[in-house]
Each structure stands twice: as C-alpha cells, then as structure tokens.
C-alpha cells in the first residue's frame, strides 16, 4: 500500500512531484530504491538523494599532532543548538578531538573506557557523564576517523562545527592540503578515484543512464555510446581527483595535485547530525493540544 508518508518522503529525497511519486511507488508496490531509480530513468528526477535534513546538534572538531603526521575529526553531539555554543562543550570537544590522536581508540566504545588525558582519575565515560549533569543536557560522542601519514595530515572546519574535514596526503605542502580539505568541504566527494567507486555502483548508474537515453528515444547503439561520455560525468561528481578544482573549475582537482606533487592518500568527511534526526515540533497542533487539554 503507498501511503502519503511514503509519498512525502520520495519527494523530499527525489525532489519530484507528488503525483509522479506517487505514481513510481504504485508502480514499484512502495519499494522506495526502485521507485527513486524509476523517476532518474524518466529524467524526472536528477539523483536519488537522501533527505538533507540535519537535526542533531553539536559540534565536529578536530586536532592534528604539532608534527602534523596524525589527526582526527570527532562529532560530538548535544540536544540544541545553545549548547553547542557553550564554552565548556567546545572545550570538552576539542579534548575528545586531542585523546582520539593521542591514545589511538579503535571505536567510540574503546574512547569512553579510555583514562580522560586531561585527569586519568576519570574515564572519558565519566568525564561525559559529568558534563551531561552539569550543563543539564545530553551529550554523546558519535564518531571520529582518524589518520595517521608519512606525509602530513590536514584539517578543515566549516560553519562553526558543522563540518570537519580530515585529509592524509603525500608530497605538496600544508597550502595544498588545505585547499584539498575546502573542497572536500564544499564538494562532498564520496571517493578518492574511480578505482575506490564499487563496481555494482557503476553498473547501476550505467543501467540507469541507458535507460534515460533510450527513454530519449535513442537507438540501443547510440545510448551505449551516450552512456559512455555521460558516465565520466558521474565520476565527476563523486570522485574527488576527477572534481572540477572549486577554486577554478577550469582544471580537475587532479590537475592541481600533479601541479603541486602531492597526492592524497585518504580523506574524511563529517557532517553534524548526518543521518539523524530531530522530532519536530509542530508549535500550532502543541497549543492546540494544551487548549484542549
């Protein structure tokens, strides 16, 4: 059965219209990867897109050893955005950022059981535990990536902790990584290259290119070809090395490492809330619910 749930959430991931929506679940018995590939073969919809919506707060930070040779990038989440502001939050978060480089936790579980660096009295556990009671809030570690180079490791913060970038490259300089780190930040690459692309992710997207070609009304012969120049475009887009370069966009971003001799060996991308979400208040029906009782 498609539900109007499933119908508002196609169209907030597709951007498509509802009836159209509504149409491709029907078709697809409310399968919502099927009907979302559906609306790309028929050019309604340019990319199956996850809902942006972010809604948990906090912060992302990171640290980088005066050596520069190790990093990390940390969510540290809150329930608003007011404490998020908070100085005693910043600071607990930056420490988080400074124990994950310093004492090497192999997950989040292993970081709160670790002594707290700045009192090995407490374990990070209980360090969080009395942060929650005294700023009268929830608070957790979400996750970090860490890095360690033989090159250098650079990092990047976007929008006061909304995103945090962690890169680890070979060759070039602290200026190079930096600008790598920015246009992780703004272009969102999902891999380093096309090799790093799984293969079943490419076949799908040529699958899906073919079909809006022939749903142009190209021949089989000429969709295979168009497939072929569109698909390049697609590792444009996700591919970090082959991204236009967001400081020119007339040379690839491979171009610039090569100018430069670096090379990127791996890379990180954090953004606050990502896949979470908030419950939303809708202020009207909350009056409503306390005029009526």
């Known amino acids: 059965m498609v539900t109007a749930s499933l119908v508002k959430e196609l169209r907030e991931k597709t951007g498509a219209g509802m009836m159209d929506c509504k149409k491709v679940l029907t078709e697809t018995d409310g399968d919502m ?8 073969e028929r050019g309604i919809a340019k990319a199956a897109k996850k809902s942006s ?18 990093g ?10 007011f404490v998020a502001k908070n100085e005693e939050f910043k600071t607990f978060a930056n420490d988080v950022a400074e124990q994950v480089v310093k004492e090497n936790p192999a997950n989040v579980e292993e970081l709160l059981s670790q002594k707290w660096i700045k ?3 407490k374990t990070v556990s209980e360090v969080l535990t009395d942060k929650i009671a005294t700023i009268g809030e929830n608070m957790s570690i979400r996750r970090f990536v860490r890095f360690t180079s033989n090159g250098l490791v650079e990092k990047y913060i976007h929008g006061e902790g909304k995103i945090g970038v962690l890169v680890s490259m070979e060759g070039g300089n602290e200026e190079v990584a930096k600008d790598i780190c920015m246009q992780i930040a703004a272009a969102r690459p999902e891999y380093l290259d096309e090799t790093a692309v799984p293969e079943e992710r490419v076949a799908k997207e040529m699958e ?6 022939m749903n142009e009304g190209k021949p089989a012969e000429i969709a295979e070809k168009m497939v072929k120049g569109r698909i390049n475009k697609f590792y444009g887009e996700i591919c970090l090395v082959d991204q236009p370069f967001v400081k020119d966009p007339n040379i690839k971003v ?16 954090i953004e606050r809330g990502e896949g979470l979400e908030k419950k939303e208040e ?7 619910k306390q005029i009526n009782g």
């Open 208 to 213: 899906i290119l073919k079909a809006q070609a």
């Open 72 to 81: 990390a990038v940390v969510e540290v989440n809150a329930e608003t955005d």
């Open 254 to 269: 491979s171009d610039l490492l090569s100018s430069k001799n670096a090379k990127v060996i791996e890379f990180a991308r």
């Open 119 to 121: 009192d090995t009295s």
């Open 282 to 288: 809708n202020f009207a029906e909350e009056v409503a």
């Open 33 to 40: 990867e099927k009907a979302a590939e559906l609306l790309r």
């Open 53 to 70: 919506r972010i809604a948990a707060e906090g912060l992302v930070v990171a640290y980088v050893s005066d050596d520069k040779k190790t």
